[in-house]
């Protein structure tokens, strides 16, 4: 009795189908970021790939920074906590996306001198 009402009730019909495709999209939409973390299939910064990354001091990993050079770092200063970082928030390790250094994608344990920390 159900399958005839569904089949004969276009408006229920729609109904289900629309709330089967919202369903997928919610899905889709709530999937982690940091697997598809913006800009993490681009090619990784070194400083000799960019010269822009070379006067800021790119560093792959924030432990390497040359704190003669650069007296503005401050321990614990990485890109996963700076703003032009494009992967999650927070991030401790993977690559993303940057703001400054368009076209690559920086370690999340990376720094340069472009550092700034998101608010
Ligand atoms: S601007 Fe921020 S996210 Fe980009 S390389 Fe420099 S420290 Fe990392």
Same mark, same amino acid.
Request: charged fraction near 20%; hydrophobic fraction near 35%.
């Given at each position: 009795? +159900?399958?005839d =009402? /569904?089949?004969? /009730?276009? +408006?229920?019909?729609?109904?289900? *189908?629309?709330?089967?495709?919202?369903?997928?999209?919610?899905?889709?939409g709530?999937?982690?970021?940091? *697997?598809h973390?913006?800009?993490?299939?681009?090619?990784?910064?070194?400083? =000799? *790939?960019?010269?822009?990354?070379? +006067?800021?001091?790119? $560093?792959?990993?924030?432990?390497?920074?040359?704190?003669?050079?650069?007296?503005?770092?401050?321990?614990? $200063?990485?890109?996963?906590?700076?703003q032009?970082?494009?992967?999650?928030p927070? $991030?401790?390790?993977?690559?993303?996306?940057?703001?400054?250094?368009?076209?690559?994608?920086? /370690?999340?344990?990376?720094?340069?001198? +472009?550092?700034?920390?998101?608010?």
């Amino acid at each position: 009795m +159900s399958q005839d =009402n /569904d089949r004969h /009730d276009p +408006s229920r019909r729609t109904f289900l *189908a629309t709330a089967a495709v919202a369903a997928s999209v919610a899905v889709i939409g709530l999937r982690p970021r940091s *697997a598809h973390a913006a800009g993490a299939a681009l090619p990784h910064l070194t400083e =000799n *790939a960019n010269p822009l990354a070379k +006067s800021f001091g790119y $560093e792959p990993s924030a432990k390497a920074v040359n704190r003669t050079k650069f007296p503005s770092y401050k321990p614990g $200063e990485r890109c996963g906590l700076c703003q032009f970082f494009k992967g999650t928030p927070g $991030e401790t390790s993977g690559y993303a996306g940057c703001a400054i250094y368009p076209g690559y994608s920086v /370690d999340a344990q990376g720094w340069c001198a +472009s550092f700034n920390a998101r608010s």
